[in-house]
């Protein structure tokens, strides 16, 4: 029998609100695409998009998004599988948080056979399919005031809703689901991270921890490989000779 190769990459994955996640993702992959030259694949997104009543009910500031009905747990697992089985090219949709949509499949991020996947979201653990399969569960924490200030200026900023439909969404959705389905995940965590990208110990940490499973992996790769080699030359030893 030939042995089957182990899957085409370690995935890192880091979740939790407001923690910056995208910030600490970056710092940890950027030391290895500094030092290691590997393809790196950053942020896998779990929003959907809504339906016409949903949407309505978003422009209200009535729309709870930070519920686990508003993500597409499917469309990440799919994606997670077929990155681990191998293929070449993976293509995720991105999404448009001022129109609450998926864009369209122009707009779709392609994803090349990557060493590191990071899933980011602040439900990346809630799925127990997809939870399945991360090597790495990273907790971001941070106080409530910071997320509540860094939620305040990018919804204002980038989403372009107002102050009274922030915080009155805040009160009535974020912080309910906040206690209700994010903190929980934390026992689900390998590592809980305080303090975000002001904690260049923790990153260090997990850069650190990352290495090491990459080249335990680069070591399953090349002891698979020797082993299919060693199986087709006995199997050609074996055969008839014409």
Same mark, same amino acid.
């Given at each position: 029998?030939?042995?089957?190769?182990?899957?085409?990459?370690?995935?890192?994955?880091?979740?939790?609100?407001?923690?910056?996640?995208?910030?600490?993702?970056?710092?940890?992959?950027?030391?290895?695409?500094?030092?290691?030259?590997?393809?790196?694949?950053?942020?896998?997104?779990?929003?959907?998009?809504?339906?016409?009543?949903?949407?309505?009910?978003?422009?209200?500031?009535?729309?709870?998004?930070?519920?686990?009905?508003?993500?597409?747990?499917?469309?990440?697992?799919?994606?997670?599988?077929?990155?681990?089985?191998?293929?070449?090219?993976?293509?995720?949709?991105?999404?448009?948080?001022?129109?609450?949509?998926?864009?369209?499949?122009?707009?779709?991020?392609?994803?090349?056979?990557?060493?590191?996947?990071?899933?980011?979201?602040?439900?990346?653990?809630?799925?127990?399919?997809?939870?399945?399969?991360?090597?790495?569960?990273?907790?971001?924490?941070?106080?409530?005031?910071?997320?509540?200030?860094?939620?305040?200026?990018?919804? =204002?900023?980038?989403?372009?809703?107002? $102050?009274?439909?922030? +915080?009155?969404? !805040? /009160?009535?959705? #974020?912080?309910?689901?906040?206690?209700?389905?994010?903190?929980?995940?934390?026992?689900?965590?390998?590592?809980?991270?305080?303090?975000?990208?002001?904690?260049?110990?923790? =990153?260090?940490?997990?850069?650190?921890? $990352?290495?090491?499973? +990459?080249?335990? !992996? /680069?070591?399953? #790769?090349?002891?698979?490989?020797?082993?299919?080699?060693?199986?087709?030359?006995?199997?050609?030893?074996?055969?008839?000779?014409?």
């Amino acid at each position: 029998m030939i042995p089957a190769l182990p899957s085409s990459l370690k995935t890192a994955t880091i979740g939790k609100r407001g923690g910056r996640l995208l910030y600490v993702a970056r710092q940890a992959c950027s030391h290895f695409s500094l030092t290691l030259n590997l393809p790196l694949a950053i942020s896998l997104r779990l929003s959907r998009s809504l339906s016409e009543e949903e949407h309505e009910r978003a422009e209200a500031s009535n729309y709870n998004f930070d519920h686990p009905s508003a993500f597409s747990f499917d469309r990440v697992l799919e994606a997670l599988l077929k990155i681990r089985a191998g293929a070449e090219i993976t293509e995720v949709p991105c999404y448009d948080y001022v129109t609450h949509s998926v864009m369209g499949p122009e707009h779709n991020s392609k994803i090349v056979k990557p060493s590191i996947v990071i899933l980011e979201g602040i439900l990346a653990f809630h799925d127990p399919a997809v939870r399945a399969l991360l090597d790495m569960k990273i907790f971001v924490d941070t106080d409530a005031d910071t997320r509540l200030a860094r939620r305040i200026k990018r919804d =204002i900023s980038e989403r372009g809703r107002d $102050l009274d439909g922030v +915080l009155t969404q !805040y /009160e009535r959705f #974020v912080k309910p689901s906040f206690d209700a389905f994010c903190m929980p995940q934390r026992t689900h965590a390998d590592v809980i991270l305080p303090r975000g990208k002001e904690n260049q110990v923790a =990153i260090a940490m997990v850069v650190e921890n $990352l290495r090491t499973m +990459l080249v335990e !992996y /680069e070591c399953e #790769v090349a002891d698979a490989k020797i082993a299919m080699e060693v199986e087709a030359a006995a199997s050609s030893q074996m055969a008839p000779q014409k």
